[in-house]
């Protein structure tokens, strides 16, 4: 592709998406995207799907027979550290709100347009072109490895495997996170959320809050009869509001539940988000809608929960989906060593970015990496050549659109 001037359609398309928020949570939106190219790329994940959700070039190197579960907003920031339900702290895809079947490229375009605009905010070595190639060939090497030998797929990426940077910042998050320090982060004594935090946190409506604890008070005998992790009686200790947690979905819908179970488990924090039509939706291929259509069953919570479960490894005991009302949830546990990659990304932290989206989507679907290598194999630097070529590109689209906004913003009062 290449970069064009469309400010105008920038703002339309901007404005039209974040209609539905009210006034105060759309401008603090605004300024949080406005701050940088990087911030404003996450904060417009449907500009990206407007752009190559239909585009011709996926057929070069993808196509139908290539599918598998989506992220749907794959950038640096949604791969991450969190434990899984076996203990293990590991790093991969964290964040499945805009979550689609469709063509594996979709995910990897984005990450490797986000590689390089961190890449060019960072500075320094390791410039965006480099990074983003370590990126695809991590992503290569891994997806050949897992056709070899399926059962790589489900394993997890841990400290002991992870090298450089990426496995200083897991044994950190391993040391610094914890039940414990999670709890005091959020909770008070008397185990109620804290109401010193005024802009992360706040009161649930006495109506949503009523609907809530009956609805996560089923939802937890539902799972308790299944069996597993989730046993014994459940008792909603404490709600609150969840606000400003991330660029993208600011202003969204969102609880923090503290559940106390009998015996002597810890208490849980769960993670509740109103869930709607993603991002991909008006722009999803006719045949990658309707699986994801399929899968989902009429209900998004749904299939935020299906998708995480087919991308994750080991599994979260709480996942699932409520209703309150009309409104469709997605639940999961909130993890206690939850954390972002927040160090200067190198070449090492890229490529093992790719490893562990490669992956990710051979796990969600168990005939995708013996069918993407045989459709790759052989052509690895052609490949390379051509999404970096696609990456640095909407690099530079991002960019000039993000002048667009940020040149506009002060207009932009309604």
Not at 148 to 158: D, G, I, S, V
Request: with cysteine; charged share 25%; hydrophobic share 40%.
């Amino acid at each position: 592709m290449r970069p064009s001037a469309r400010g105008p359609w920038v703002l339309d398309q901007v404005q039209a998406h974040n209609r539905g928020l009210s006034r105060e949570w759309r401008q603090e939106k605004y300024d949080l995207v406005a701050a940088s190219a990087a911030a404003f790329f996450r904060g417009t994940d449907h500009l990206y799907w407007a752009d190559f959700g239909r585009s011709p070039l996926l057929e070069a190197w993808g196509g139908r027979k290539l599918r598998t579960w989506l992220t749907g907003d794959l950038h640096t920031y949604n791969l991450g550290a969190f434990d899984d339900a076996q203990g293990r702290v590991v790093y991969g895809p964290n964040d499945f709100d805009e979550a689609v079947i469709g063509d594996y490229q979709l995910d990897l375009w984005r990450l490797g347009a986000g590689v390089a605009l961190r890449a060019r905010e960072q500075g320094g070595p390791g410039g965006a072109e480099a990074l983003v190639a370590a990126l695809l060939k991590g992503y290569l090497d891994e997806l050949a490895a897992c056709a070899a030998r399926p059962a790589r797929a489900l394993e997890p990426w841990t400290r002991h495997q992870a090298q450089g940077e990426l496995r200083l910042f897991l044994e950190h998050a391993e040391a610094h996170g914890g039940g414990r320090a999670q709890l005091e982060k959020w909770v008070d004594a008397v185990r109620q959320f804290r109401t010193d935090r005024p802009e992360l946190l706040a009161a649930v409506p006495a109506r949503r809050q009523e609907g809530l604890r009956q609805g996560l008070k089923a939802y937890a005998a539902r799972l308790a009869a299944k069996g597993g992790a989730v046993a014994g009686r459940c008792k909603v200790r404490s709600l609150a509001a969840r606000l400003r947690a991330g660029i993208g979905s600011h202003g969204s819908e969102r609880y923090y539940a503290l559940i106390e179970a009998s015996g002597p488990a810890p208490a849980t924090l769960l993670d509740i988000k109103r869930q709607a039509p993603p991002a991909p939706w008006a722009h999803l291929q006719g045949w990658a809608k309707e699986a994801t259509r399929e899968a989902m069953r009429g209900d998004h919570g749904r299939r935020v929960a299906k998708a995480q479960r087919a991308l994750l490894p080991g599994g979260d005991p709480w996942l699932g989906r409520l209703s309150v009302g009309k409104a469709a949830f997605s639940v999961r546990r909130r993890s206690p060593y939850k954390a972002a990659f927040d160090r200067p990304l190198d070449g090492g932290t890229a490529s093992q970015m790719g490893l562990v989206v490669a992956r990710a989507q051979a796990r969600a679907r168990a005939k995708f990496a013996p069918q993407a290598h045989r459709r790759l194999h052989g052509g690895h630097p052609a490949f390379i050549a051509f999404v970096s070529r696609l990456a640095l590109a909407y690099a530079d689209q991002v960019e000039l659109d993000h002048r667009a906004f940020a040149d506009a913003r002060p207009g932009l009062t309604g």
